[in-house]
Every structure is written in structure tokens, then in C-alpha cells.
T-cell receptor, first 113, second 111 residues
Framework: DGGITQSPKYLFRKEGQNVTLSCEQN?????MYWYRQDPGQGLRLIYY???????QKGDIAEGYSVSREKKESFPLTVTSAQKNPTAFYLC????????????FGEGSRLTVL | GDSVTQMEGPVTLSEEAFLTINCTYT??????LFWYVQYPGEGLQLLLK?????DKGSNKGFEATYRKETTSFHLEKGSVQVSDSAVYFC??????????FGTGTKLQVIP
């Protein structure tokens, strides 16, 4: 079955540690996205990538980093510079030129203690 | 930058009531507009879309019309059911595939 797999589903880390969230898709989609979902704030775009080896900052990129070395993978690193990292993180993807029709993963909940 | 503003929730309606969830946007150029839905315990999924002015998107009895003159894309349904209880997100995409979401509106339908 085609889809988007995010891992881990739940993650606990100590303050000051970097954390990497995995996102893999087998939909042959070109574009991939990372959003953060907080209660009352909806989804806020962290980074997105339209093609391999290229990505753009979203609206809240500070304290995060990404890479896009393979079409199917778009890992997100939450660095120690992110001031409030505890949140629910969603990965999404879509085909090139198909504007806005995103397929979402099930999300990863990060709790920083 | 682009932005999407939705009415605050939660919205509580009785079954068979008429639903309107307001959405307005700010964007340069001509974005495509979307409504997504997140049912309890499930992931986000696309509900409907409209890609140009005056287009009407529809799905599962929900409708929304792209109004360029009022920069709006309000979601409507004539008769809601308990199964429509969910969080609804309005979103827009610019031509370069940047997708911006609103804050979401929680709908609760009571029998």
C-alpha cells in the first residue's frame, strides 16, 4: 500500500538534545512538507521541498533543519535552538504541479522534558 | 506573506442544522483554495478544492465557492450529521507549492 510513514510516533527527549523525525513516502511524490500542529494555532509550515536536493523555509523554520537527498525521504531535525519543541509534527507530500492536494502521514508527537 | 483566517470554534450544532464555517485569505496573485478535515483519531484529508475565482468545490455534501472579490472560501453544508464532527482547516496554495493553513475550526454535531 502506498502512503507516508512517519517515525517514531511518540518521542521523548531531554532539553538541549537534537532530535530527528523520519518521513518516508512511497507515492512517488515530488514535493514534501513538514508542519507543526499546536492547539489553537492550526498547522504551521516549517520546511517544504519541491525536488531532491532543494528545500525552502516555511513560516517557522528557526530551530529546525531538513535534508532531501532522496525523493522518498524528508527527515526533520529539531535542534536545541528550537525554543518550544514540544508539539505534534506532520509530514505531507504531493505530486509536482498538483497544488495543495497534500497526503499526510499520521504524525509524530515530540515531548521535550 | 500569505495567510488564512478562519472563524474560531468550537461550533456546536444540532443534527440536520445548516453549517457555515467562514474562511478568508490574504495572498499575492491567485492562490488555489482548499478545505481539509481531521476526524477524531485520524489524519488530515482533503475535503474539497477550488483553483480559480467563482469555482465551487464540493464533496460529501459540503460546498465552498472561491470568491475573489471578498477573498473568501466559506464552507457550507445544508444538513450536518453527527459523523461530520471533526476539525476543519481552510488552506491555500501559491503557484510554487507553498501551502498555508488556517487555525482550524472544531465542529461538534449533537443528536
Amino acid at each position: 500500500d502506498g502512503g507516508i510513514t512517519q517515525s517514531p510516533k511518540y518521542l521523548f527527549r531531554k532539553e538541549g538534545q537534537n532530535v530527528t523525525l523520519s518521513c518516508e513516502q512511497n507515492l512517488n511524490h515530488d514535493a514534501m512538507y513538514w508542519y507543526r500542529q499546536d492547539p489553537g494555532q492550526g498547522l504551521r509550515l516549517i520546511y517544504y521541498s519541491q525536488i531532491v536536493n532543494d528545500f525552502q523555509k516555511g513560516d517557522i523554520a528557526e530551530g529546525y533543519s531538513v535534508s532531501r537527498e532522496k525523493k522518498e525521504s524528508f527527515p526533520l531535525t529539531v535542534t536545541s535552538a528550537q525554543k518550544n519543541p514540544t508539539a505534534f509534527y506532520l509530514c505531507a507530500s504531493t505530486l509536482a504541479g498538483v497544488l495543495g492536494e497534500l497526503f499526510f502521514g499520521e504524525g509524530s508527537r515530540l515531548t521535550v522534558l | 506573506g500569505d495567510s488564512v483566517t478562519q472563524m474560531e470554534g468550537p461550533v456546536t450544532l444540532s443534527e440536520e442544522a445548516f453549517l457555515t464555517i467562514n474562511c478568508t485569505y490574504t495572498a499575492t496573485g491567485y492562490p488555489s483554495l482548499f478545505w481539509y478535515v481531521q476526524y477524531p483519531g485520524e489524519g488530515l484529508q482533503l475535503l474539497l478544492k477550488a483553483t480559480k475565482a467563482d469555482d465551487k468545490g464540493s464533496n460529501k455534501g459540503f460546498e465552498a465557492t472561491y470568491r475573489k472579490e471578498t477573498t473568501s472560501f466559506h464552507l457550507e453544508k445544508g444538513s450536518v450529521q453527527v459523523s461530520d464532527s471533526a476539525v476543519y482547516f481552510c488552506a491555500l496554495s501559491d503557484p510554487y507549492q507553498k501551502v498555508t493553513f488556517g487555525t482550524g475550526t472544531k465542529l461538534q454535531v449533537i443528536p
